[in-house]
């Protein structure tokens, strides 16, 4: 019941933001959003903190195809949806801030986006779960095509086509699995997890599964798409992009990768990690070099998320779990970040690094809290990057010592372009472009207080995170656990 | 004959009545007005798509010729309802054209022999209804007068559909030889494949693939596409493609269905040539029209690819990627229309920054190329989907991967289209366009069939049933 209210409020929203004009458009997403995040909240607690997959609703939907509308929640899904309905208002409320043409689009898209990005957390049907990924594409798609920046046509269609073209391997495995599924066949997810696949078909699937969503999250190399895109994205689509999308993604690994394919993984992970680690080293390397602030956050992104991939491929419980806590915290990190940028450009029309200078001896307060969401960002114990940084680097140790020595560059080099951008963003002399920065209003202050609470919140209690996650953790590692110990016996 | 005689035939006499009133009324000159003309028609149109929703349908009449059944009924109605729309298009056009009556004429007479090859159960019963269909829309392709390229298409078309007859008759006199019979439900127990029952399947074929314009044989689509009036160009590639498909289905599983092995070699060899050639040729078209020829030459490799399952899912899937290809096809024709009768602009180019200018022709025509790609949320992503599950029953692993590959190469072209409407630098910017309301309320009704027909999963279960 509530997850199909979770996914109705923003479509009907939708259509009523479509019919406003101007700002009131943006008001009624802001409504539907808050709607949701308390949907959200009141699923959080009357949620039991078990492995049973919760609030389910299920329908028949293409009978004689077998495909369902499935919705249903677990720990694992509960946590995106936490991070998708708390993020979404301050997105929203970030847009509001500056004039917008064809704003009531603008926000009907938002709304849209977040109907499919929830629409694919709680898809229990592995055919709705597709869907849902590629619903959530189209209106990226026309966010960055109609309202990004320079060459935004050319960038947003790279980005659609790679996407999607990376999704049709995904699609081809689905069919696949749901070809392999007894009797009438079915697309639900937990008859995939039944299956007895020998080797060889599991690193079918793994491969088909693996570029799909590899493209989302970016793992290099196939993140070519991803710092153009950002860059041109209006703030808002990349504070989708960069703070919940590519979790879709992540998320897809977790629910689909390792239950389905886990001898795949055991045996191609030594590959997929490596490339998580090159990643790592070649975003954090990337964006020491950069002027402009938009695409040193998105470089530094496909380092976080390059980890959080490792984490999750290292297949232990310290790297999924770290992996859940991280993907929410990168997000809230990663719209911190963009929300702050986006402020120092409306105020100073550039976002160009030596353009600023200065900025803490102009305004204390936005000092403090770039420094408060930056550190969260390198993952400094009390903050909660470092929670998470810290479960992933403990699961890839686990897994291979040497994987885990390069892995924790990402701290390093984190700490190196972060304190270098804030050492030329906000100290040294005053630059023309800083003194824009005088203050902040009562409603960016508010947002920034909030974000940076939780960021503070998480870094002291990531249990309130940890627990609901965790039962439907070891789940999921029982069920790999015994499809090896399955195989091992035949 | 009794009464359900008559009552399995009603779609066809109730075509034929008109047709003839039609006639009557012109003879003696009692209607003059073209819009009268065009009301009475599109009326016509709409209760022939209504009778189809009526009453008990199976049933076989003239001693086994005519066969009827819910599936077949379901066909000749999306192929009416197909017609409807091409009509409230065509509003604007006809409203000046001196010849509207022999307009709807030819069109519904050609509608009618669409019924009859799909109710056909006798071999030369099918092949009247075949020729009942394309002769007249030969006639049609020539309907600008006054253009010379109109007359060059009619001429293309109506050559090329002679050979290609000729090629089928060849193949089915072969098959009358070995089976001495004309019922085409008492072939696949007599056909066993072998060396002259090969050839001959491969001439049926061959004058299939002409009608269908798959590769090799599509060389007449491109031109006559372009050369007609836009309303023939989507009566075309919608309707008459439809209905032979529909008709393929059909010869392939109540006839020939023995043969299987072979014929499913045959049509992958066409369908892999067919979507790579109509991809690879659509991406450097600079007219609109032709552009869109092109990709209907590759769509039909995909419904190929669905021919080749089971004798429930394939008829199945096929009948349901027409329905949605028809919304999608008459959606972007539609808009093409409207567009080409306003400013005589046909070229790609001109589409540059059509968002700015026109935006919701704009919005319609990027859905429809959603839906030609196959994007999801959209009914054409269903229908490739039904297709391709359906044909994995017999595909081969090469067949998939090549038509996987070629919806990656339309994505491309599709997509270049809606990034030319969405860009904003054109010199020539087409200027706001006023479309008429008939016009309006077809595009309404294709998008709405584009977005909700994939969401509402009954349409294919239902579909499907009544295939068993």
Request: glycine share 8%; with cysteine.
């Amino acid at each position: 019941m509530l997850t199909g209210l979770l996914l109705l409020i923003p479509l009907l929203f939708m259509i009523v933001s479509l019919l406003m004009k101007g700002k009131q458009s943006g008001y009624v997403a802001l409504v539907s959003s808050v709607v949701s995040l308390f949907i959200s909240l009141c699923m959080a607690f009357t949620f039991q903190h078990d492995d049973t997959v919760q609030f389910e609703l299920n329908y028949s939907w293409i009978s004689s195809f077998g495909i369902h509308f499935h919705l249903g929640v677990d720990g694992i899904s509960l946590i995106l949806i936490l991070l998708t309905t708390f993020l979404t208002p301050f997105i929203i409320l970030t847009s509001l801030q500056k004039e917008t043409d064809n704003s009531n689009v603008f926000f009907a898209l938002i709304l849209l986006m977040q109907a499919g990005i929830l629409g694919a957390f709680t898809a229990m049907d592995s055919f709705l779960f597709y869907m849902s990924y590629e619903v959530a594409l189209i209106p990226i798609y026309f966010i960055c095509g109609l309202w990004g920046g320079e060459n935004r046509i050319a960038v947003a269609l790279k980005f659609f086509i790679y996407t999607l073209a990376g999704s049709l391997f995904m699609l081809v495995s689905i069919i696949y699995l749901y070809l392999q599924t007894p009797g009438n066949h079915s697309f639900e997810i937990s008859e995939f997890y039944k299956l007895n696949l020998s080797s060889s078909q599991q690193s079918w699937i793994f491969w088909g599964f693996f570029l799909a969503f590899a493209v989302k999250i970016p793992i290099f190399p196939f993140h070519s798409w991803q710092p153009s895109t950002y860059t041109i994205a209006p703030t808002a689509g990349t504070m989708l992009l960069a703070g919940i999308m590519l979790k879709m993604g992540l998320y897809g690994l977790i629910r689909f990768v390792l239950p389905i394919a886990p001898e795949a993984v055991a045996h191609w992970n030594t590959l997929a990690i490596l490339l998580c680690v090159c990643g790592i080293i070649y975003g954090s390397v990337i964006a020491i070099r950069q002027n402009d602030l938009k695409k040193l956050v998105a470089f530094s992104s496909i380092a976080h998320v390059g980890l959080i991939a490792a984490g999750i491929f290292s297949m232990n419980a310290q790297g999924i779990q770290g992996a859940m806590i991280q993907m929410f915290n990168h997000g809230v990190n990663a719209v911190a970040l963009f929300f702050l940028i986006d402020l120092l450009e409306r105020r100073s029309g550039t976002r160009l690094m030596d353009k600023f200078g200065g900025i803490a001896s102009v305004n204390k307060r936005f000092a403090v809290v770039f420094a408060i969401v930056m550190l969260g960002s390198i993952g400094l114990p009390m903050t909660n990057g470092f929670v998470g940084e810290f479960l992933l680097l403990f699961g890839v140790y686990q897994w291979n010592m040497y994987a885990a020595m390069f892995a924790g560059l990402t701290i390093i080099l984190g700490a190196v372009y972060m304190l270098r951008l804030y050492r030329n963003v906000f100290f040294g002399e005053i630059s023309e472009a800083s003194t824009s920065i005088l203050s902040m209003s009562m409603l960016e202050r508010i947002i920034s207080y909030k974000l940076v609470a939780l960021i503070i919140l998480l870094g002291i209690f990531p249990n309130l995170l940890l627990n609901i996650s965790a039962p439907a953790v070891n789940k999921l590692l029982n069920l790999i656990a015994h499809h090896s110990n399955l195989s091992s016996i035949l | 004959m009794n009464i359900s005689d008559w009552l399995t035939l009603r779609i066809e006499i109730a075509l034929a009545v008109f047709i003839l009133l039609q006639l009557i009324i012109k003879i003696f000159d009692l209607i003059r007005s073209n819009e009268t003309w065009l009301r009475l028609n599109i009326a016509i149109t709409f209760l022939i798509v209504l009778l189809g929703f009526t009453g008990n349908d199976s049933g076989s009449l003239f001693g086994g010729m005519f066969i009827s059944t819910s599936f077949i009924i379901i066909e000749k109605t999306i192929l009416a309802f197909a017609t409807l729309l091409v009509l409230m298009q065509s509003y604007n056009w006809l409203k000046h054209h001196q010849h509207t009556p022999e307009f709807f004429m030819l069109l519904l007479t050609a509608l009618l022999g669409m019924f009859l090859m799909l109710s056909a159960n006798n071999i030369l019963l099918f092949y009247l209804g075949l020729e009942m269909a394309t002769i007249p829309v030969a006639a049609l392709a020539n309907f600008d007068l006054d253009k010379q390229r109109s007359s060059e298409a009619g001429m293309k078309m109506i050559l090329s559909s002679a050979f290609s007859s000729g090629m089928l008759l060849f193949g089915i006199s072969i098959f009358y030889g070995i089976t001495g019979t004309l019922t085409i439900s008492s072939w696949q127990e007599i056909l066993r494949p072998g060396g002259l029952e090969v050839l001959a399947l491969i001439f049926i074929m061959t004058g299939f693939g002409f009608k269908i314009s798959l590769v090799p044989f599509h060389l007449w689509t491109a031109d006559v596409y372009e050369g007609s009036p836009v309303s023939i160009t989507a009566f075309l590639s919608v309707v008459s493609k439809g209905a032979v498909s529909f008709a393929l289905a059909r010869f392939l599983f109540n006839g020939v269905i023995m043969m299987q092995e072979f014929w499913v070699e045959i049509l992958f060899l066409l369908s892999i040539i067919t979507m790579t050639v109509g991809n690879l040729f659509a991406m450097r078209q600079t007219n609109i029209k032709r552009f869109l020829a092109f990709s209907t030459v590759a769509q039909a490799g995909y419904i190929l690819l669905g021919l080749a399952g089971d004798p429930v899912n394939a008829p199945t899937s096929v009948v349901y990627f027409i329905l949605v290809y028809m919304f999608s096809n008459l959606a972007a024709l539609g808009v093409v229309e409207i567009v080409s009768f306003a400013t005589q602009k046909e070229d790609l180019d001109d589409y540059k920054g059509f968002y700015n200018s026109n935006k919701k022709l704009a919005i319609v025509l990027m859905l429809a190329l959603f839906s030609l790609a196959g994007i999801p949320p959209t009914a054409g992503f269903f229908g490739k989907l039904f297709l391709f599950t359906s044909g994995i029953h017999s595909a081969s692993v090469v067949w998939l991967l090549f038509a996987s590959l070629n919806l990656v190469v339309s994505l491309y072209y599709y997509m270049r289209l809606v990034r030319m409407m969405f860009s904003e630098n054109n010199e020539k910017p087409l200027a706001s366009i006023q479309s008429p309301l008939l016009s309006n309320i077809a595009l309404i009704i294709c998008s709405a069939g584009i977005l909700f027909i994939g969401i509402f999963g009954g349409l294919y279960d239902y579909l499907h049933q009544l295939a068993k």
